[in-house]
């Protein structure tokens, strides 16, 4: 068979708000990046005997004449309305169309009248399943594997598709995957439900082989629980695979992301490895613990002093600190602007990211706000992080997306700079001086 996989649109930061202008404006619209690996692994698991096509419809458009038997989509939330729209067209056309990822999965009753089969959670199992089913002619509607995925079996994503649009892409990351699930439970957060509430760790020799596979001068590590407290077996496996990376020498010539849900001290021996391994950049998720939100809230306490010295420490470690600020909180008001900014100059921050709160279908969030009627809309292709989607507790919607625009204006032309740079070269601290 010939499968055509699809990575759907989703909006980028300012193509919501055509008429909102600034320095660096031109930088937050029409950017476009190789997508996550999922796509990429389906493929490592596809039965050679298929054909696997790729299609990006962030860079190209979708060619409905493809004579493809199978037409596959890995969908995010803010993806979806594009995607369904797809969908409903290749169903026109009577082609069969299968759906899967994260949003798929928490609403698949929604994603069930735009496809001929859903696949929910995790689908390496399954693929191969639907695969087979297909080809017999008893597929059936919904496919969910009994058992997780063990992922020390998933082979090395095939990213040779990804590679092939190099030159479309204005942003080059390469992707990689240490470990499955998560046993937090962050209230905005899908992954315990897609992936389980228990990390399993991939093999390091597999993880080792994977980097030695990509290509471009910088890698973002998906897994962003790298900072957070460990336990002996997590940090064990975590600094025994970024000494294996080092040891590989990737680090001579590239460099890692590494992103956390909070920006933790990290522990020295784990600091070591990961700068040993190529780490460059630390990319923290900040608003989602009360240490980081006291950034936003303006309590000048011993949290916020403890951010100032942990992102001073990381740049004094070699790390450029790259924060992404989560606004519209509860407690949030019209002052988390200059209470960012002036954590920003207080912590020596030459960039950062801003995108609204966005209560996730399947989240603790979303049902709170539903229960409370603040949820204003579903249209998924606005749930792209900066549109507010949701009623504000103190202030306007208004207002909050105004903050978030001044304060992009301020960093948008060294986000711009810095993924220049990146696309021939290794980034870090001083690649902004």
């Not at 389906?42 to 039965?47: A, D, F, G, I, Q």
């Not at 306007?396 to 997306?401: C, D, H, N, V």
Request: with cysteine; proline share 5%; aromatic share 12%.
């Amino acid at each position: 068979m010939k499968i055509l996989f699809i990575y759907p649109k989703f909006m980028k930061y300012l193509e919501g708000f055509p008429g909102r202008s600034f320095a660096g404006a031109e930088y937050l619209n029409g950017y476009s990046y190789p997508p996550a690996l999922a796509i990429a692994v389906l493929m490592s698991v596809t039965s050679d005997k298929h054909e696997c096509v790729f299609m990006d419809e962030n860079i190209e458009e979708i060619d409905y004449n493809t004579d493809a038997d199978v037409i596959a989509l890995s969908i995010f939330t803010p993806q979806a309305g594009f995607a369904y729209s797809i969908c409903s067209r290749f169903r026109s056309l009577g082609k069969l169309v299968v759906v899967g990822g994260v949003h798929p999965t928490v609403c698949q009753e929604e994603a069930s009248r735009y496809a001929d089969i859903v696949c929910v959670g995790e689908g390496e199992k399954a693929w191969v399943q639907i695969l087979e089913d297909i080809e017999d002619g008893t597929w059936r509607k919904v496919y969910r594997q009994e058992t997780a995925t063990d992922p020390k079996t998933i082979p090395v994503p095939k990213r040779s598709a990804y590679y092939a649009n190099t030159d479309s892409y204005t942003i080059l990351f390469d992707y990689l995957e240490l470990s499955r699930g998560c046993n937090a439970l962050c209230d905005s957060c899908v992954v315990p439900q897609v992936s389980g509430k228990e990390f399993r760790y991939k093999r390091i020799e597999k993880i080792v082989e994977d980097v030695g596979t990509m290509r471009y001068p910088m890698c973002f590590i998906t897994d962003d629980v790298v900072y957070m407290p460990q336990n002996s077996e997590s940090r064990k496996f975590l600094v025994e695979v970024f000494n294996e990376i080092g040891r590989s020498g990737y680090g001579r010539n590239h460099g890692f992301y590494i992103a956390s849900t909070a920006m933790y001290p990290p522990d020295p021996e784990l600091l070591s490895a990961m700068r040993y391994a190529g780490a460059r950049v630390s990319y923290f998720t900040l608003g989602l613990d009360p240490f980081s939100n006291s950034i936003m809230t303006g309590d000048h306490g011993r949290y916020r002093r403890m951010m100032v010295d942990q992102a001073r420490q990381l740049q004094d470690a070699g790390l450029l600190v790259y924060p992404a600020f989560h606004l519209g909180f509860d407690d949030h008001t019209c002052a988390i602007k200059e209470n960012i900014l002036e954590f920003c100059r207080e912590a020596d921050l030459s960039l950062a990211q801003f995108c609204m709160r966005m209560p996730w279908p399947g989240t603790i969030m979303w049902k709170r706000l539903n229960d409370e009627g603040r949820i204003l809309h579903t249209d998924w292709k606005r749930y792209y992080g900066s549109s507010v989607v949701f009623v504000p507790k103190k202030m306007t919607a208004e207002q909050l997306e105004g903050i978030a625009a001044d304060l992009w204006s301020e960093f948008s032309l060294n986000f711009h700079k810095l993924y220049k740079i990146q696309r021939t070269e290794v980034v870090g601290i001083g690649s902004l001086d």
